[in-house]
């Protein structure tokens, strides 16, 4: 009786035991998994720095910027320029920068169709709508009047000019 109690009583250490190293392993793993760290925002041109406090190696949203009168919000980068995504997971305290486009006068030659006024703009995220001709399909802008360099939607523009509409 007294050996079956004795087995007993070990056997209760040796299961404590193993609990025990179970919790120990899980908050090792969840603090090293899960642990809040900081990410910062910088945005480059107002040069203010937003700091975020998120869980590590969780997804979460990178925010949104308002464009500006003269530049246009592009995305986020890393210090190295690797362009973030959206959605982004943090693995360490980091540092993200605003990148943005400069806006530039565009205007638009569409030779004989609808006429379009200039826009401010680095991209082709906000040009107008599509110009109408009668009797002609709209092709497409380019940059010059013999229809070689094409605009297309990850185009920059890095001055102000003027893109010719080509009709079909």
């Known amino acids: 009786m007294k050996q079956i109690k004795e087995r007993h009583q070990r056997m209760l250490i040796v299961t404590a ?5 179970g919790v120990i392993l899980f908050l090792i793993l969840n603090y090293i998994v899960f642990r809040k760290i900081e990410m910062t925002l910088v945005n480059t041109i107002t040069q203010t720095r937003t700091t975020m406090v998120v869980r ?43 990148e943005w486009y400069t806006k530039h006068a565009i205007t638009f030659e569409t030779f004989g169709g609808t006429n379009l006024s200039p826009v401010k703009t680095g991209t082709l995220k906000h040009f107008p709508e599509d110009p109408i001709k009668q009797g002609y399909t709209f092709a ?5 009047q013999y229809y070689i360099f094409k605009v297309t939607p990850d185009y920059v523009f890095f001055g102000n000019l003027t893109v010719y509409a080509k009709w079909a």
């Open 140 to 144: 497409g802008w380019y940059l010059d």
């Open 17 to 21: 035991s193993i609990a025990s190293i």
């Open 56 to 98: 590590r190696n969780i997804y979460f949203e990178l925010p949104t910027l308002e464009d500006t009168e003269n530049h246009e919000f592009r995305g986020w980068h890393s210090y190295n320029n690797n362009l973030l995504r959206q959605r982004q997971k943090v693995t360490k305290k980091d540092t993200a920068y605003a």
